[in-house]
């Protein structure tokens, strides 16, 4: 994004760009098999859970954090 675009054009600009992934995606799918564009989801899927585990389990337990505004 340039800095000479407003923030509605630049709006406009993104959903344009995931219209069109869409669109390759849709043609994607409807000319591979299920097989490979399945477990293509299923990697990506599984990496965003993954993640997602991570940051929950690294989260401080409200015991463990100092701060006076608890204290009250």
Do not use: C, K
């Amino acid at each position: 994004m340039t800095d000479s675009l407003t923030v509605e054009e630049a709006l406009d600009a993104n959903r344009r760009e995931r219209r069109e992934f869409i669109r390759q995606w849709a043609e994607y799918v409807r000319t591979h098999p299920d097989e490979e564009w399945g477990r293509q989801v299923n990697t990506l899927v599984d990496a965003q859970l993954d993640a997602a585990r991570r940051v929950a389990d690294d989260r401080p337990n409200i015991e463990e954090i100092d701060s006076p505004l608890l204290d009250e």
